[in-house]
């Protein structure tokens, strides 16, 4: 901080000193807080600290749009390691995602119009949506994938014994052979 007073043509003081650095901290400290506006909690909230409102930024985030959603899942699935499949599949997949998502949405307002009840669908519904898929995914890929791998080397095994007792075999007959003879 002593440079910066320094530049500033200041004193190196400790008032000056803590001056320069509320003035940087105001200029360059961004914090985001994230709330959903759902409920009596948000309302709240607004009314015990106002200057979230007079004095901050509020984005408000509405329904995504299916380029948004596409791009997420493929984004999130892209990452998963673990999953190898081709192109094909990861669109269908992609898509299999989208339509869960927006299927859960009309049925929403289904259920909002039938019994006058909310359940709000949100982004980060999609989000825990895709979450859980995966694990599921990658849980049954897991166990399915260990069981493969057993039948495969067990099988691997019972071919390698049977060749050894073969092999075994073709030279005790090939010693005994001429004994026969």
Known sequence: MKLVAAEAGLQPTKINLFSCYTKRVRANLHAVITMSPIGEIFRTRLRQFSALVKCCTIDWFSEWPNEALESVALRMLQNMSDLEVN???????VQMYIDMHQSVVRNTELFKHELNRHNYVTPKSFLELLTVLLNCI???FSKIY????????????????????LLHWCVNMTLHTPCLV
Not at 146 to 165: M, P, V
């Open 138 to 140: 990658l849980t049954v």
């Open 87 to 93: 192109k094909e599949t990861l669109k269908a997949l």
């Open 146 to 165: 260990g069981i493969k791998k057993q039948e495969i080397i067990t099988a691997r095994n019972r071919t390698h014994t049977g060749l050894d007792k």
